[in-house]
């Protein structure tokens, strides 16, 4: 079976709560305006990504968006973690409470199902 590979699990989904369009000045390389509700994918791991600059006002307005409500982290990039022994990659995931595995998005091998761990 073929399978068309893509790469959403290595971005960070977001959507805006607040009921209205709001601007989000830490999303982007310029800030993102939503609509209300609108849901956007950012490029890796948003948490990551703004916890690592040297300035922590970004950090601290994402802090405030997720207290407030005003913003939801929908997803984020999974851990992946390589096993040497199999020769392969997996990505960690959760199933109705149960930790396990999942291949990785771009893996075109056509399995994608959960192994409970």
């Not at 994918?41 to 207290?67: H, M, N, P, V, Y």
């Not at 999974?78 to 392969?88: R, T």
């Not at 997996?90 to 192994?115: K, M, Q, T």
Request: with cysteine.
């Amino acid at each position: 079976m073929t399978q068309v590979a893509d790469t959403t699990c290595l971005y960070t989904m977001v959507k805006n709560l607040t009921g209205s369009a709001r601007t989000f000045g830490f999303l982007g390389e310029h800030g993102m305006r939503l609509a209300a509700d609108e849901a956007v994918l950012i490029r890796g791991d948003l948490i990551a990504k703004l916890g690592a600059q040297t300035s922590a006002r970004q950090f601290k307005a994402l802090e405030k968006s997720l207290r407030s409500g005003t913003l939801q982290i929908v997803s984020t990039p999974g851990v992946h973690l390589y096993d040497a022994v199999a020769d392969e990659t997996r990505i960690l995931a959760l199933e109705n409470g149960v930790l396990g595995l999942v291949d990785p998005c771009w893996n075109a091998s056509g399995s994608s199902d959960f192994e409970a761990g």
